[in-house]
């Protein structure tokens, strides 16, 4: 099984480049195939910029094999060429943009069978904004203010990216539409990865992940490893 990486915005630059380090690192160096997924800024015909922007930055890190797979929609998310790129990834990372879109672009298609393969054989999973919040089991639509079904790989949790910006505003709102489920606010420049001790939580970066279950609120702060399954368990 691989490693699940979530990113809360602003993935380019700054202190970002602390948790992406640290997911080469698990993914096995500088060496390994990583695959920029731009399906989430298509709808505003963004995709190529923006997967360019990936590319660049994964290379300043010092990467050496990086590529911008066109899912773009859903004919190209059945393609048997860019499934079998997917299949030979070590990391695959979904850029920001419109969430609804990524979701049901990805959603019982070729693309994200490959990718779920690819993350059982080791391959890290990771995104950025949209790209971490569909990774959930419900990701919220900010367009229609409604929930949608994610991709499951999180079960029982939502995510809200930009926390520490926009993002806490929708926090109550998200309360109400989702008691029984763990909402993960994450701060922009701040990442979190599933390579603790016993299958923990780290945090990574410039901000905090905030933990809302029920009435309670719990900040996790870089440093100190936090148990996300029990309190996914405890919450459901």
Not at 203 to 231: A, H, I
Request: charged content about 15%.
């Amino acid at each position: 099984m691989g490693y699940i990486l979530l990113e809360g915005g602003a993935e380019f630059g700054g202190s970002m480049a602390i948790p992406d380090r640290r997911a080469l690192e698990l993914a096995g160096g500088l060496d390994v195939r990583i695959s920029i997924i731009p399906t989430a800024a298509a709808p505003d015909n963004n995709h190529e910029r923006a997967g360019h922007n990936g590319m660049l930055w994964f290379q300043s890190l010092g990467a050496t094999d990086v590529v911008v797979l066109t899912l773009i929609d859903n004919v190209s998310a059945n393609d048997p060429t860019l499934v079998a790129a997917l299949r030979r990834s070590q990391v695959i990372y979904m850029l920001g943009g419109f969430p609804h879109y990524l979701g049901q672009t990805l959603l019982e298609s070729a693309a994200w069978q490959a990718m779920s393969i690819a993350y059982e054989e080791g391959a890290i999973i990771g995104g950025s904004s949209a790209g971490a919040m569909v990774l959930c089991e419900y990701y919220y639509n900010p367009t229609t203010e409604k929930i949608l079904e994610g991709l499951g790989l999180l079960p029982g949790a939502c995510i809200i990216p930009h926390h520490n910006t926009f993002g806490k505003s929708w926090a109550e709102r998200l309360k109400r539409l989702l008691p029984e489920t763990v909402l993960i606010g994450i701060d922009e420049e701040t990442g979190m990865l599933n390579d603790g001790p016993h299958g923990m939580w780290q945090l990574y970066g410039k901000g905090d992940v905030t933990l809302y279950k029920g009435n309670l609120t719990e900040r996790c702060t870089s440093g100190k490893p936090f148990d996300l399954y029990s309190v996914i368990k405890n919450c459901t």
